[in-house]
């Protein structure tokens, strides 16, 4: 596969997300087939594994560890810190952000046991705590770095403001954000900021959580499927929505790919400082996205895709009100 820079890292141009082989989209699979997936992922030449704290609270790490540490110089591991799992009064973990540099040393500790190594390549705040400035959490970080505990650092969901504050205190390897042909936000600012500082921007949700593969049946999601609280895909959201496909898969079919290897070819064209990670449980389904490298588009091509869907065509918000006050990202 083709390589690209991932902060001081030549990494595969596709990446691996993490989140889905324990959290997010409905009950998680079991462990063997997220070993399956893991496994393929480093077969077919992935060299960049991206994972968190927050995905399964701990239990992402935990595979990543248990299936790729007997590999760990074969890729480049990311995790992040600044939102994980708190047990509540009923000890119940909850979702928390926080961003205070001993919290986050102290979850780095925990994510270096799980993740069974001795060193994380690069280590993303994964909200910024908006209670802390934003100097005080790289701070942190940087102490990891001169530490040997982590060797550069990354941010996430932030706006171009936010990642030339952080970088004035320690250069920032990457910025990770949602990117897709239907969430464009990064487009305001950060991408430029990202390309003047030489940070490396890391694209997740490459296949708009699914929209992008195909119709779908939205009122069939799991229980647990986040995405039944995303206005995007409410019923009458989505079927607005939903108009935008038939054309959008006769330009696959035109161009001779599947529809997850047409969004991810589009982002891999956006620049060459861009790196989708998509995530998926299904073997089938990851080497299906790892053909979008191959991928080619025309000037045509792409120009009719971003006539086609943006941010004017496409109805409802990405996050719900609470989740949009979370994060730092500039909006249309």
């Not at 000890?91 to 040393?105: A, E």
């Not at 990457?174 to 239907?182: D, I, P």
């Not at 035109?254 to 991810?264: D, F, K, R, T």
Request: proline content about 5%; glycine content about 8%.
């Amino acid at each position: 596969m083709q390589q690209r820079q991932l902060g001081p890292f030549s990494v595969s141009a596709i990446g691996l997300g993490c989140m889905n082989i324990c959290h997010a989209y409905g009950a998680p699979v079991s462990e063997q087939q997220a070993e399956r997936v893991l496994l393929a992922a480093l077969d077919a030449g992935v060299t960049h594994f991206d994972t968190a704290a927050l995905y399964g609270f701990g239990t992402s790490e935990t595979l990543v560890g248990k299936v790729l540490s007997k590999h760990r110089a074969k890729f480049t591991l990311a995790s992040k810190c600044g939102m994980t799992g708190v047990p509540n009064e009923q000890g119940v973990k909850v979702r928390v952000i926080d961003g205070r540099p001993d919290t986050i040393k102290a979850t780095c500790e925990a994510a270096l046991r799980r993740l069974q190594t001795d060193v994380i390549d690069l280590y993303y705040l994964h909200r910024w705590d908006k209670q802390v400035p934003i100097e005080d959490s790289v701070g942190a970080l940087a102490e990891l770095v001169r530490e040997g505990k982590i060797r550069s650092i990354g941010l996430s969901e932030v706006s171009a403001g936010t990642l030339r504050k952080a970088h004035a205190v320690h250069p920032i390897a990457a910025v990770q954000t949602e990117y897709s042909l239907w969430t464009r936000n990064p487009e305001i600012a950060v991408l430029q900021a990202c390309r003047e500082l030489g940070t490396s921007f890391v694209a997740f949700s490459p296949v708009a959580r699914g929209f992008l593969c195909g119709p779908m049946d939205v009122t069939a999601f799991d229980p647990k499927d986040i995405r039944r609280a995303m206005p995007r895909f409410s019923p009458e959201n989505y079927a607005r929505n939903a108009e935008l496909l038939p054309p959008y898969l006769a330009i696959a079919h035109e161009v001779g790919c599947s529809p997850a290897q047409l969004a991810i070819a589009w982002l891999l064209h956006q620049g060459e400082h861009i790196l989708p990670i998509p995530g998926t449980t299904s073997v089938a389904h990851l080497l299906d996205d790892l053909g979008a490298a191959d991928v080619r588009l025309s000037a045509d091509v792409l120009a009719r895709l971003d006539a086609l869907i943006h941010t004017r065509t496409v109805h409802g918000n990405r996050y719900t009100a609470q989740a949009n006050t979370e994060v730092d990202t500039e909006v249309f």
